[in-house]
């Protein structure tokens, strides 16, 4: 798999070696709360069952660890795309998701990691739709979406697995045509 370079970022294949700095990240109610497919607590193996899928991801799918330039061995985050894993959404959608460690929010990391990985679904591979959603009480994942070009599609909901609950979110929809639209626009 590729590797990304943004003007702070390295994202970069996750490694085996990613997988205790992975539970340190991710053991935060902070941040499984937020998510569709994070369990809370999350274990060592966890981390590995993770890794182990996404050694088996199929040809439209991706998934990085976020780094800093500085540090690319010391994960931040994750994100990715690919095919719909979750029993309450359409095997065929191409869904995309992030997380950062708690340190490192509010920092614009999530949106420079997003608009990489987006470009890379639309340029290095066939996507033509990616759907996402992010929950009602996480706006400003919302924010990040919508400055990586995606479109607000209306409200629905999500079942959380780190909280254990179905709670209200917004779907969020980009197409390959609305992307190249944007990119011909920002130049």
């Known amino acids: 798999m590729d590797q990304i370079e943004t003007e702070r970022l390295l994202l970069r294949p996750l490694r085996e070696t990613d ?3 992975l539970v340190k990240l991710a053991n935060r109610p902070e941040i499984a709360h937020m998510l569709a497919t994070m369990p809370h607590p999350y274990s060592l193996s966890d981390a590995e069952d993770f ?3 996404v050694r088996e991801l ?12 500085d540090t690319p061995d010391e994960l931040i985050g994750g994100t990715g795309y690919g095919p719909s894993s979750r029993d309450d959404k359409p095997s065929h959608e191409i869904d995309f998701g992030y997380w950062l460690g708690l340190d490192y ?12 990985v987006i470009r890379h679904a639309f340029e290095a591979n066939t996507i033509e739709q990616i759907d996402t959603e992010h929950l009602i009480a996480n706006p400003a994942s919302g924010r990040v979406l919508a400055k ?8 629905r909901t999500c079942f959380s697995q ?6 209200p979110s917004r779907k969020m929809v980009l ?3 609305r992307y190249l639209e944007q990119k011909a626009q920002s130049k």
């Open 51 to 53: 890794l182990d899928a």
């Open 162 to 167: 780190g909280s254990g609950e179905t709670r």
């Open 58 to 69: 199929p040809a439209n799918a991706a998934n990085f660890a976020i780094t800093l330039k």
């Open 148 to 155: 990586a070009g995606f479109a607000d599609m209306g409200e």
């Open 175 to 177: 197409t390959r045509a």
């Open 105 to 116: 929010w509010g920092k614009g990391y999530a949106t420079e990691a997003a608009c990489a």
């Open 19 to 21: 997988a205790p700095r």
